[in-house]
């Protein structure tokens, strides 16, 4: 059984006991959260597709982590200009462990 949920800005296939890393999120770590925008369930033979959600379906999870994603480096030069710019960029993240999938 497998659920297609938003959680901030963007959409997660998940399973029971998969861990998602998401944009950071303001919860504590520990802290059990309930997701209720869930846009699929499929439990093999049967496919249930919300219209855009489906109401009566959540998917329970736990904030296990705060991590902070890859190194991003942005480097801007201008030929001819002597000039030259380097700037990175660590996302904040959260990491989201699935618990329970019902519908």
């Given at each position: 059984m497998?659920?297609?949920?938003?959680?901030?800005?963007?959409?997660?296939?998940?399973?029971?006991?998969?861990?998602?890393?998401?944009?950071?999120?303001?919860?504590k770590?520990?802290?059990?959260?309930?997701?209720?925008?869930?846009?699929?369930?499929?439990?093999?033979?049967?496919?249930?597709?919300?219209?855009?959600?489906?109401?009566?379906?959540?998917?329970?999870?736990?904030?296990?982590?705060?991590?902070?994603?890859a190194?991003?480096?942005?480097?801007?030069y201008?030929?001819?200009?002597?000039?030259?710019?380097?700037h990175?960029?660590?996302?904040?993240?959260?990491?989201v462990?699935?618990?329970?999938?019902?519908?």
């Amino acid at each position: 059984m497998f659920a297609v949920v938003s959680l901030g800005n963007s959409q997660f296939k998940v399973v029971e006991g998969d861990t998602i890393t998401a944009n950071r999120l303001d919860l504590k770590v520990g802290e059990k959260i309930t997701l209720d925008k869930v846009l699929l369930i499929s439990d093999g033979d049967k496919i249930t597709v919300g219209q855009p959600f489906i109401k009566a379906a959540t998917v329970s999870a736990q904030v296990i982590d705060h991590p902070r994603g890859a190194k991003v480096i942005a480097f801007k030069y201008r030929k001819r200009k002597d000039s030259a710019r380097t700037h990175g960029h660590r996302q904040d993240l959260t990491s989201v462990k699935i618990e329970k999938i019902s519908l």
